[in-house]
């Protein structure tokens, strides 16, 4: 079956601790998002990547890291520099086409211990 | 860039009833205008979409349309069940995806 993994469901971060949210894709597709989804809120864009070895900011990057180094994977590294990290992770992938639809993961929720 | 604004935030409805959500949007360049359902612990599913070339689009009980001198585009279920009861959000694309806040539609049984 064709989709996005993202793994772990759940995360639990000490403070001062980096983490990393795993997110893998077998569409092919070239195109992988971060989202951050706080409760009750939308969707705000953390990072992306259009191609591989190439990402750039979205509105909330500080805080975050990302690598590109497979098409298929694009790890998210929540920073001890993120004060308020607890969420809800989505992970997103899409087809070249700008009008196409972006699949997503069933995320990973972090929450601080 | 692109703003999208979605209304309302909350929508309780009787079952059997119709549920409309309603979404505008910034960018007269955008073309692309995908729905996407919710459930509770679990990713946005896509569950229609339009492009701009099109004025609606029917899928069993959902449809959309969309209205490019407005701007604006509409999600309406017919018949709704408890089982449609999800948070839902739209979104408007030329080459950047943004997403409305969401809507989290309630259907009493």
């Known amino acids: 079956d064709g989709g996005i993994t993202q793994s772990p469901k759940y995360l639990f971060r000490k403070e001062g601790q980096n983490v990393t949210l795993s997110c893998e894709q077998n569409l092919n597709h070239d195109a992988m998002y971060w989202y951050r989804q706080d409760p009750g809120q939308g969707l705000r864009l953390i990072y992306y990547?259009?191609?591989?070895?190439?990402?750039q900011k979205g509105d909330i990057a500080e805080g975050y890291s990302v690598s590109r180094e497979k098409k298929e994977s694009f790890p998210l590294t929540v920073t001890s520099a993120q004060k308020n990290p607890t969420a809800f992770y989505l992970c997103?992938?899409?087809?070249?086409?700008?009008?196409?639809?972006?699949?997503f993961g069933d995320g990973t929720r972090l929450s601080i211990l | 860039g692109e703003n999208v604004e979605q209304h309302p935030s909350t929508l309780s409805v009787q079952e059997g009833d119709s549920a409309v959500i309603k979404c505008t949007y910034s960018d007269s360049a955008s073309n692309y205008f995908p729905w996407y359902k919710q459930e509770l612990g679990k990713g946005p599913q896509l569950i229609i979409d339009i492009r701009s070339n099109v004025g609606e689009k029917k899928d069993q009980r959902i449809a959309v349309t969309l209205n490019k001198t407005a701007k604006h585009f509409s999600l309406h279920i017919t018949e709704t069940q408890p089982e449609d009861s999800a948070v839902y959000f739209c979104a408007a694309s030329k080459n950047d995806m943004r997403f409305g806040a969401g809507t989290r539609l309630t259907v009493k049984p």
């Open positions: 990547s259009q191609i591989v070895n190439d990402f």
């Open positions: 997103a992938s899409k087809g070249t086409y700008s009008n196409q639809p972006q699949h």
